[in-house]
């Protein structure tokens, strides 16, 4: 139990289009999702935490506006890059918390990842 | 908000030999402390926790220690093996799972045949 999956593992994209990156919880509702970005061989930053039915909360220095979150169920998080620029590729993790137990409701469970490659 | 060090960045090791990772945290209030075990391309795998109200928390050869008053906690692996090596994140939390994780900058473990 407790699986989380992103769709694509893998995109590239050419400068100026938009990428939608998908999270999902497979076998339990996730009331909270985290989006982390992690730039190679350096470690996850925070990105933005969505919390079902709500708006996204944006670290400091991420642009709500470039990066569109929308968490429109208990088992879907998107992410969208919109006018994705070179500077946006890196390696994109979801992570996801349970609401209720089974799983464990004060774990992390993190997706595979989406390695965004923007030419 | 929090600020996670972690020390060193890259560690090499013999086979057999142990391996010690040090994080220390900024924010007094975190009571959640995770190490993660990243491989190439690969999403973070939890090898272990601690929380606040613990000191010392051991699975096999994995064991980690939390001093709250000096804001530090370390990862401790014994009898390393080369599967072992990978890069391992420290991570601090206010809450386990319903706050988001500040990580560490990883350390690049490489364990020698």
């Known amino acids: 139990g407790a699986v989380v999956s992103q769709h694509p593992s893998r995109v590239i994209c050419k400068s100026g289009t938009s990428v939608k990156i998908e999270c999902r919880s497979l076998?339990?509702?996730?009331?909270?999702m985290f989006w982390y970005r992690q730039f190679p061989k350096q470690s996850l930053m925070l990105m933005a935490t969505?919390?079902?039915?709500?708006?996204?909360?944006?670290e400091q220095g991420v642009e709500k506006d470039k990066f569109l979150i929308n968490h429109a169920s208990l088992t879907l998080s998107t992410l969208t890059v919109t006018s994705a620029h070179p500077e946006d590729s890196s390696f994109y993790i979801c992570?996801?918390?349970?609401?209720?137990?089974?799983?464990?409701?004060?774990?992390?469970?993190f997706g595979p990842g989406t390695r965004l490659t923007v030419l | 908000g929090e600020n996670v060090e972690q020390h060193p960045s890259t560690l090499s090791v013999q086979e057999g030999d142990s391996a010690v990772i040090k994080c220390t945290y900024s924010?007094?209030?975190?009571?959640?402390f995770p190490w993660y075990k990243q491989e190439l391309g690969k999403r973070p795998q939890l090898i272990i926790d601690?929380?606040?109200?613990?000191g010392e928390k051991k699975d096999q050869r994995i064991a980690v220690t939390l001093n709250k008053t000096a804001k530090h906690f370390s990862l401790h692996i014994t009898e390393t093996q080369p599967e072992d090596s990978a890069v391992y994140f420290c991570?601090?939390?206010?809450?386990?799972?319903?706050?988001?994780?500040?990580f560490g900058k990883g350390t690049r473990l490489s364990v020698i045949a």
């Open positions: 601690i929380r606040s109200n613990v």
């Open positions: 992570s996801a918390i349970s609401g209720t137990s089974p799983p464990a409701i004060d774990t992390q469970y």
């Open positions: 991570a601090a939390a206010l809450i386990a799972g319903n706050t988001p994780l500040v």
């Open positions: 924010d007094s209030a975190s009571n959640y």
């Open positions: 969505s919390n079902e039915g709500s708006k996204a909360t944006y």
């Open positions: 076998d339990f509702q996730a009331t909270t």
